[in-house]
């Protein structure tokens, strides 16, 4: 028989839990408004630079700029791992792991080649227990996502791609749909793929200041660094909306096991006032007897 005051231990350790996870859906729903209107604003000027670096590469002057030139052959490669910094946001971590896995044992062939930098301390903290070869760690990046750091981190980039230290760079991310829905993707970073000629719209020749070469540098630079912001900010997105629907899922199942629990104990209660007026009616009748 099921011992009563265990199970309302247990129904008010499950209450708890449950006010916990609604507490924590409603912080992720507020986080996840912030992150979804840097995504939203960020696009607008990613489409925009995007179209100005189609003009410049696709005009008559035949431009080319070493970010946009792929090496001969690639030895060298960095994959950038994005995860978050905490847990409790559902299958959003241990997806991106997961392809980065099995991306490794795609090219067994070159593995000494790839390197990993991490943005995310779970993804850190996983391939560091791996021994897995870590370039860097990037840190306290999440939770401000900012275009200058991310400006900074494609500089750096483009410093060691110039100079042959590295000949790609690959970003595996959350990719940011909607609040439940979230696609593990791999973008090639560097180098940069050419916009087509039609993307840059109208082919009007303009007249440049500076020329087109150094302002083709400078564009190619800033696209890079907005290309890379906006990848942070979808998987920052991404997070918070995992992070959403996990904690719902927690909430409902916290409900459900409220009202088993709950059942449990009003079937062992009646039994045992079943039980204890028995006794006293077999009490009855032996003292009658």
């Known amino acids: 028989m099921p011992n009563l ?25 507020a986080k996840f408004r912030k992150a979804q209107e840097a995504v939203v ?27 946009m030139s792929a090496h001969e052959k690639v030895e060298n490669e960095d994959v950038f791992v994005l995860t978050s910094d905490r847990g409790l946001c559902g299958s959003f971590n241990s997806n991106v792991i997961r392809k ?11 593995r000494d080649g790839i390197s990993l930098s991490t943005i995310g301390n779970k993804g850190y903290r996983y391939f560091k227990k791996q ?15 900012t275009y200058r750091r991310a400006l900074v981190l ?9 100079a042959g230290e590295v000949d790609r760079v690959t970003l595996v991310f959350n990719e940011f749909r909607s609040a439940i829905q979230q696609d593990v993707v791999f973008r090639t970073l ?9 993307e840059g719209g109208d082919m009007i020749d303009y007249l440049y200041e500076p020329e087109k070469g150094k302002l083709l540098d400078r564009i190619v630079r800033r696209y890079l660094a907005n290309q890379l912001y906006l990848i942070i900010v979808e998987s920052v997105a991404s997070e918070h909306g995992a992070r959403m629907s996990a904690m719902e ?11 088993n ?16 007026l028995m006794e006293i009616v077999g009490g009855a009748e032996a003292l009658k007897g």
């Open 5 to 29: 005051q265990h199970i309302r231990k247990r129904i008010q350790a499950v209450k708890n839990t449950e006010q916990i996870t609604k507490a924590m859906k409603m912080v992720a729903a």
């Open 249 to 259: 899922n927690a909430t409902i199942n916290a409900g459900e096991m409220i009202q």
């Open 100 to 110: 980065v896995e099995h991306y490794l044992l795609d090219h067994e062939d070159r």
């Open 131 to 145: 021994d897995a070869p870590i370039r860097q760690n990037v840190e306290d990046l999440l939770n401000k996502p």
């Open 261 to 276: 629990l709950t059942m449990v104990y009003n079937k062992a209660r009646q039994a045992a006032i079943t039980r204890e």
């Open 41 to 67: 604003s960020a696009r607008p000027f990613s489409r925009e630079i995007r179209s100005i670096l189609g003009r410049l590469v696709g005009g008559e002057d035949d431009l080319a700029h070493p970010l």
């Open 190 to 198: 560097l180098p940069i793929e050419a916009p087509a000629a039609e």
């Open 154 to 162: 494609a500089n750096d980039l483009a410093t060691r791609y110039i």
